[in-house]
């Protein structure tokens, strides 16, 4: 027996397929005959966040894509030189650096650090080594290099963290680059004959805006060690973390004390992040944490306790993905990027709950930054523009 409801259903059906009302008002007619469903509606709740979340997505991505349509040209400068490259092991700032360098010079020879530098140079003679940091490069090697008349260059990157093993490794080089505009004049103080302040920057092709899996996609996103400053602000925003869509990743995580509150936040047994997968989820996260390491960390070489003002790779590589930002601040940062527009800051963890909470939900102004902070690290933030002023300054 038909029911005075089931009756009402299929007369609205069928004035729908009659066109005798718009499709719009038959259905929300229909939708107010038919009783609650909890199963229709969690439906309808996730195809309506769906849709929201992909044309939000999409115009990050179409944003991003106008911003790199209009990117600034690579340096058109060139020098005729040979150049040895000592790599350090950190993939993203070695394969940005060679890269720039076979662009702007001659011919490239990269090279691990345990090879036999000095014995290769005898044969193809290189009219420059660079080392990256230098620590796994043997002195011998520096001196034996500078003996055959070969100018040798350390660029530090690990300042004022390794500050004690720096001491001993910069007066073996003829000039000295850093990153941390704080250790020039100690560098010089040491006896360092040419000290000069150069930026890390971003690898343009391992960090740059990209389509990803729903996978990668996520609120907020922190991809560093669990070194004890940062595990002590995130013990003091876990609770805020723990209501979002969050993923922590990196060493050391499970020092935390409500680790388990944020257990299923944080990725298991990952040490390492490839550079390719770290982008990856710096282009699906809203907002990407930036923390800097203490100068004072336990774990640290910093005897004479040198104070950090330089920003790290960190910085760049977020905003190179077209990535939104939430950094400490640093003294070298406004230099660099427009604090509240190329990037965002926060100074407590109350700071960056207000502030995380107010970007989550103003999707606009996010983006806008994120944009602008692109923007910037493309003009002025990669290595192939580091290195052009590198090679200015040594071959004027």
Known sequence: MKTKRSVRKVALKSKLKSGKKTRWKIRRKIQSIIPHNPITNGYEIGRRDGYTHGTQYGFH???????????APEPEAHWDVHVFYVKEGFVSLDDGIIAALQKLVRVVTPLHEGED???????????????????RFPSAQVDALRAQGIRTVVWTVDDPYHSDISAVLAPHYD???????????????????????????????????????????????????????????????APFLAQKKTMIAGWWWDRLGNYELLRDKIKPNINWMPPEETASFYNGAKIVINLHRSDQDPANFNSRGIIGHSINPRTYEICASGAFQLTDSRTDLPQLYVPGREIATYESPQDFIEKASYYLEHDEEREAIAFRGLRRTMEQHTYSKRLLTMLQLLFP
């Open 61 to 71: 991505l179409g944003g991003c894509e106008a911003v790199m349509g209009k990117g």
């Open 117 to 135: 530098a000095a014995s290769m140079a005898a044969q193809l003679r290189p009219d420059l080594v660079i080392a990256l940091n230098g620590t």
């Open 175 to 237: 000039i000295v680059f850093t990153h941390e505009m704080n250790c020039v004049a100690w560098y010089k103080e040491l006896g360092c004959a040419q000290v000069h302040y150069l930026p890390l920057a971003a690898a343009m092709h391992l960090y740059a805006p990209k389509r990803v899996e729903m996978t990668y996609h996520t609120d907020i996103c922190f991809i560093a060690n669990g070194f004890w400053n940062r595990i002590a602000f995130i013990e003091q925003v």
